[in-house]
């Protein structure tokens, strides 16, 4: 259907859309590496910051282990990776001689504080690990789990010593009274419940406080009598535990992702998604102070003289504070949140990501930023970049966020204009192999087919075809190599072959039991490779739509797909590891394993030599193909 009016956004440079600074530090990438990874870009995700007792470093818990930095310098020290899925919390003993770590691989683990060599693991959760608490005394750990329960552990030996069942719903946070009496913990999921025990008899006690919803983090006031909590519908609340009255709560703007306790005990800090951190007093419950973020806050620690706060934020930075001035005193850079998607420049010299908010350049020989254009004006509501792509001359990147697909100068990062039409979030985007043509796939289940003009001041042209039929959101789209036909990818299970031409629908591939989610024609053009929640990579013959392989070997979510330069080999990855398959006889030929969150990107360089990952634990992984030539042909 050709379309006769016209939505577009178009100028040299808009208010909000604008090439950032290098705030990106890449450090020790080839730290923890795992094999056949040749480089890393990114630190990971940050879940929680705390510092060491003698106040030098701070220790990271990250989605790809554990960072200890040098407070002083802000260089890191450390890379702990002995877990083997993401890193969620991490607590000190008294004595300062160890700490503990929770984790999505079903463990806890335990740390020479000193040495940072790893003790042993804590075994016996069957689902993630989300907290973990110390004893006063140090003999007791105490772990919360997504299996609903807690545990109680011997930290020195390791040996379970009881398990709490009582809670229903996943436990997210645990803690200790400061005489050592009472262990709390608190179970979230819809709603929230927190329980009191007896960490001795490992009987639940009989104290009960009311209105707890949304209750994720709770700490004790140091005389063991108020306990205080951070809720999800933006409260902080604080409770005689004697009673279970709520004495004061005292609202904010912005979910509490956490809340930590000064040394001292008068005051307690709160780290916010309204992208503060907020100052309480103690006795009163009167706000104090708010120190501003450009993102979300997602932890905070206090040194242990008191005077400076650390603050890490979604934008992958930490920030140290001097508490009594309210001024930045310095900034670790590099933990990025997301990866979304994944493009090489033709040269094969950059690396392109798309990120929340902001579409990243990398230096391939370096590992560190060249640029970052900032995607949305900084006072619009994060996007997340879902696609990006290369034109074939390497001249112009297109990307996705919101319902818009935009072009850049791939050389400047200047703005170029806005393809406007899709009526919910644009997920998938792709050129032509003329470069003339942009594909753009969308939630409102459509697929759009808009005009470059080629060699033009101005690059947006008229819009081309709304292709309709899938009935469910579209996460892909992909040219034939001819550029004759444009194949799209569902949630509706499906993939449909369109004439890009005249936009009529010539074929519908079915054979997905899930929703699809990545798709790719061979350098050839005679196979489509897809993957979706089924688990499953499928090979198709592009002419006829035959299902010609089902390659198996991942059990759910396949994210990306990719093919080799000649086709040979098929690449899919899922929520931790990567396989590669022989594409004519669908043997599974390599895995590489080492991302700990959804492998959603894959992309060949340009030479074959190396693959690129890019996943939601907030790193890029390249892979050194020339040990495989089976796999870079």
């Given at each position: 259907m050709k379309?006769?009016?016209?939505?577009?956004?178009?100028?040299?440079?808009?208010?909000?859309?604008?090439l950032?600074?290098?705030?990106?530090?890449?450090?020790?990438?080839?730290?923890?590496?795992?094999?056949?990874?040749?480089?890393?870009?990114?630190?990971?995700?940050?879940?929680?910051?705390?510092?060491?007792?003698?106040?030098?470093?701070?220790?990271?818990?990250?989605?790809?282990?554990?960072?200890?930095?040098?407070?002083r310098?802000g260089?890191?020290?450390?890379?702990?990776?002995?877990h083997?899925?993401?890193?969620?919390?991490?607590?000190?003993?008294?004595d300062?001689?160890?700490?503990?770590?929770?984790?999505?691989d079903?463990?806890?683990?335990?740390?020479?504080?000193?040495?940072?060599?790893?003790?042993?693991?804590?075994?016996?959760?069957?689902?993630d690990?989300?907290a973990?608490?110390?004893?006063?005394?140090?003999?007791i750990?105490?772990?919360?789990?997504?299996?609903n329960?807690?545990?109680?552990?011997?930290?020195?030996?390791?040996?379970?010593?009881?398990?709490l069942?009582e809670?229903?719903?996943?436990?997210v946070?645990?803690a200790?009274?400061?005489?050592?009496?009472?262990?709390?913990?608190?179970?979230?999921?819809?709603?929230?419940?927190?329980?009191?025990?007896?960490?001795?008899?490992?009987?639940?006690?009989?104290?009960?406080i009311?209105?707890?919803?949304?209750?994720?983090?709770?700490?004790?006031?140091?005389?063991?009598?108020?306990?205080?909590?951070?809720?999800?519908?933006?409260?902080i609340?604080?409770?005689?535990?004697?009673?279970?009255?709520?004495?004061?709560?005292?609202?904010?703007?912005?979910?509490?992702?956490?809340?930590?306790?000064?040394?001292?005990?008068?005051?307690?800090?709160?780290?916010?998604?309204?992208?503060?951190?907020?100052?309480?007093?103690?006795?009163?419950?009167?706000?104090l102070?708010?120190?501003e973020?450009?993102?979300p806050?997602?932890s905070?620690?206090?040194?242990p003289?008191?005077?400076?706060?650390?603050?890490?934020?979604?934008?992958?930075?930490i920030?140290?504070?001097?508490?009594?001035?309210?001024?930045?005193?310095?900034?670790?850079?590099?933990h990025?949140?997301?990866?979304?998607?994944l493009?090489?420049?033709?040269?094969?010299?950059?690396?392109?990501?798309?990120?929340?908010?902001?579409?990243?350049?990398?230096?391939?020989?370096t590992?560190?930023?060249?640029?970052?254009?900032?995607?949305q004006?900084?006072?619009?509501?994060?996007?997340?970049?879902?696609?990006?792509?290369?034109?074939?001359?390497?001249?112009v990147?297109?990307?996705?966020?919101?319902?818009?697909?935009r072009?850049?100068?791939?050389?400047?990062?200047?703005?170029?204009?806005?393809?406007?039409?899709?009526?919910?979030?644009?997920?998938?985007?792709?050129?032509?192999?003329?470069?003339?043509?942009?594909?753009?796939?969308?939630?409102?289940?459509?697929?759009?087919?808009?005009e470059?003009?080629?060699?033009?001041?101005?690059?947006?042209?008229?819009?081309?075809?709304?292709?309709?039929?899938?009935?469910?959101?579209?996460?892909?789209?992909?040219f034939?190599?001819?550029?004759?036909?444009?194949?799209?990818?569902?949630?509706?299970?499906?993939?449909?072959?369109?004439?890009?031409?005249?936009?009529?629908?010539?074929?519908?591939?079915?054979?997905?039991?899930e929703?699809?989610y990545?798709?790719?024609?061979?350098?050839?053009g005679?196979?489509i490779?897809?993957?979706?929640?089924?688990?499953?990579?499928?090979?198709?013959?592009?002419?006829?739509?035959e299902?010609?392989?089902?390659?198996?070997?991942?059990?759910?979510?396949?994210?990306?797909v990719?093919?080799?330069?000649?086709?040979g080999?098929v690449?899919?990855?899922?929520?931790?590891?990567?396989?590669?398959?022989?594409?004519q006889?669908?043997?599974?030929?390599?895995?590489?394993?080492?991302?700990?969150?959804?492998?959603?990107?894959?992309?060949?360089?340009?030479?074959?030599?190396?693959?690129?990952?890019?996943?939601?634990?907030?790193?890029?992984?390249?892979?050194?193909?020339?040990?495989f030539?089976?796999?870079?042909?």
């Open positions: 379309i006769t009016s016209l939505l577009f956004i178009i100028l040299p440079m808009i208010s909000g859309h604008c950032l600074s290098n705030a990106y530090a890449q450090t020790d990438a080839l730290w923890g590496l795992p094999t056949h990874a040749k480089n890393r870009i990114g630190k990971g995700r940050v879940n929680e910051i705390a510092y060491f007792p003698d106040g030098t470093k701070l220790a990271v818990a990250s989605t790809i282990g554990v960072w200890v930095y040098d407070v310098t260089e890191p020290t450390k890379l702990l990776t002995e083997k899925e993401q890193v969620n919390s991490i607590t000190f003993s008294p300062g001689a160890t700490f503990a770590t929770a984790s999505d079903n463990t806890a683990g335990l740390w020479d504080a000193h040495t940072g060599q790893h003790i042993h693991n804590f075994v016996g959760h069957g689902d690990v989300n973990v608490a110390f004893s006063p005394d140090g003999n750990l105490a772990t919360g789990s997504d299996d329960t807690i545990c109680l552990w011997k930290p020195h030996t390791g040996k379970l010593v009881a398990r069942e809670h229903k719903e996943p436990v946070s645990v200790f009274s400061p005489d050592g009496k009472i262990l709390v913990s608190n179970a979230a999921l819809g709603g929230s419940s927190i329980g009191f025990w007896n960490p001795k008899t490992a009987k639940s006690l009989d104290i009960s009311e209105d707890t919803d949304g209750v994720e983090h709770i700490v004790y006031a140091p005389d063991g009598r108020m306990l205080i909590s951070g809720d999800t519908d933006n409260t609340r604080f409770w005689d535990i004697g009673t279970g009255e709520l004495l004061r709560a005292r609202g904010t703007y912005g979910d509490i992702n956490g809340v930590v306790l000064s040394p001292n005990g008068q005051t307690l800090a709160s780290a916010t998604s309204y992208d503060t951190v907020n100052f309480w007093d103690i006795a009163t419950g009167k706000p102070k708010t120190l973020h450009d993102t806050v997602i905070v620690a206090y040194s003289d008191g005077e400076t706060l650390a603050s890490a934020s979604e934008d992958g930075k920030q140290f504070w001097d508490i009594a001035s309210s001024k930045r005193i310095k900034t670790i850079t590099g990025a949140l997301h990866v979304f998607s493009a090489y420049a033709p040269d094969g010299n950059t690396l392109v990501s798309g990120n929340i908010s902001t579409i990243n350049f990398w230096n391939l020989e590992g560190k930023s060249m640029k970052t254009i900032r995607a004006p900084k006072y619009f509501e994060a996007e997340n970049v879902l696609s990006v792509a290369y034109s074939p001359d390497g001249s990147l297109a990307s996705v966020e919101s319902n818009n697909a072009l850049w100068d791939a050389e400047i990062g200047r703005f170029l204009g806005t393809f406007s039409g899709h009526r919910e979030i644009t997920s998938s985007v792709a050129f032509s192999p003329d470069g003339r043509t942009l594909a753009s796939g969308s939630h409102d289940n459509t697929v759009r087919l808009w470059i003009r080629i060699g033009k001041l101005y690059l947006i042209g008229d819009p081309l075809h709304i292709l309709t039929g899938h009935t469910e959101d579209v996460t892909a789209v992909a034939s190599p001819d550029g004759n036909t444009l194949a799209s990818g569902s949630h509706d299970y499906t993939i449909r072959l369109w004439d890009v031409q005249s936009g009529d629908h010539l074929n519908t591939l079915i054979g997905h039991m929703k699809v990545t798709m790719v024609y061979s350098p050839d005679s196979t490779a897809s993957g979706g929640w089924d688990g499953a990579v499928r090979l198709w013959d592009s002419q006829t739509g299902l010609l392989h089902t390659l198996n070997g991942h059990t759910r979510h396949i994210a990306a990719a093919f080799s330069l000649d086709g080999t690449a899919g990855g899922n929520v931790d590891t990567i396989h590669l398959w022989d594409a006889s669908g043997t599974l030929l390599h895995s590489l394993t080492g991302h700990t969150d959804l492998v959603n990107s894959l992309t060949y360089s340009p030479d074959g030599k190396s693959l690129a990952s890019g996943s939601r634990d907030g790193t890029i992984l390249l892979w050194d193909l020339t040990k030539t089976d796999a870079k042909r």
